[in-house]
């Protein structure tokens, strides 16, 4: 009810019997005009949450992360052993996200429908689950063992991020690292019977093990 609906400014068009010509049938805005309409920005860049605001179920909500910036090493087998190299800048400047309870979401597809960038938030954003069996029957979700361990499943394969210590420690089938608590640089890795790794998908981890606002699924 404190809301102000603000609507954009009409732009001027040619007459019906004008448009005869290569001229423009919608006259661009006058300097004024486009200062206005540039006034009703809703910010989307910064803060969208419509999918959460239209969630019959409230399976959609909001977080808050730290934007951050860390410079991502892959790790390489070689005759000499683990060879820890440069590879890629990991960035997310978006201070507010969204997660999804796959508990509470009937995928009734409301939150598609509303999107304004054509996305499907019930499935696009971080699924998380409430119980380790609805977790198990997930292709793709996130469940909080505990509130030092987070497990991502993808397919059949399941990765988990551990507080350990100092140290966050990051598994897969497959390969075991180490990371540093503050900047999560990586320390160590152990490639089992793979040539080489890379960690992108750990720092999605650990950017959604520290947010704001998954308490409540962290201490589920």
């Known amino acids: 009810k404190k809301s102000k609906r603000v609507f954009g400014v009409e732009p001027e068009e040619l007459s019906l019997k004008e448009r005869i010509s290569f001229n423009l049938v ?24 419509i999918c959460v ?25 070689t005759p000499e052993g683990i060879a820890l190299v440069e590879d890629k800048k990991f960035i997310l400047t978006q201070k507010f996200q969204v997660f999804n309870i796959g508990n509470f979401c009937n995928e009734c597809g409301n939150c598609t429908t509303f999107c ?6 019930f499935r696009d954003k971080p699924r998380f689950m409430l119980t380790l069996e609805s977790f198990n029957n997930e292709e793709n979700a996130y469940y909080f063992e505990s509130a030092k361990k987070l497990l991502k499943k993808t397919g059949n394969e399941i990765k988990s991020l551990k507080f350990e210590g100092e140290n966050y420690l990051f598994e897969t089938p497959d390969i075991k690292a180490v990371f540093e608590k503050d900047g999560f640089k990586l320390i160590k890795a152990d490639l089992g019977n793979k040539t080489e790794a890379e960690f992108s998908e750990a720092a999605e981890m650990y950017v959604l093990f520290n947010a704001t606002g998954l308490e409540n699924v962290k201490n589920n």
């Open 26 to 49: 919608n006259r661009a805005l006058t300097e004024e005009q486009a200062v206005l309409e540039a006034s009703r920005c809703l910010y989307c860049d910064e803060l969208c949450s």
């Open 53 to 77: 605001t239209v969630c019959p179920n409230r399976a959609n909500n909001t977080y808050e992360i730290s934007p951050v910036e860390i410079d991502l090493k892959k790790a390489l087998k």
């Open 116 to 121: 304004p960038t054509s996305g499907a938030p």
